[in-house]
């Protein structure tokens, strides 16, 4: 970007793909999901290293859907036409995003069911 810090522009750049990424529907199921676990560990009053594993699983699972928006992008450009491979791309870029959920679930279970029984 001409005129621009380099550095600036790289934030820039980062910040319009986080606007991409709120354009899709599985990221605002994230966020909501998100807001939901934050609520609940204030509300609950979680441990520092609690709060730390729900904000690691959070980010986790909020930068594997970014990676995987970004993939679909790419294999849409690459193969727009169907392909074994384009495929397994977009299918093993959705597991991803499918065991980072899976592994947020269950750091949830472990915080927030012993608090709830
Ligand atoms: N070019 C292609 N060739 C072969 N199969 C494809 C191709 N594009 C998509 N697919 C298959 O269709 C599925 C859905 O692809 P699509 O591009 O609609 O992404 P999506 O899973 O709907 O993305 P999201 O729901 O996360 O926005 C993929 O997971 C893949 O199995």
Redesign the pocket.
Known sequence: MPGRHPRLASFVHAARGLAVLLR?P?AWLHLVAAAIVVALAAYLQVSPGEWLALILAIALVLAAEAL?TAI?HV??IA?????AL??DA??VA?AGVLICAIGALGIGLIVFVPRLI
């Open positions: 899709q599985n995987n679909e294999v849409d193969s727009p036409e169907w392909s384009a495929r977009k299918d959705a």
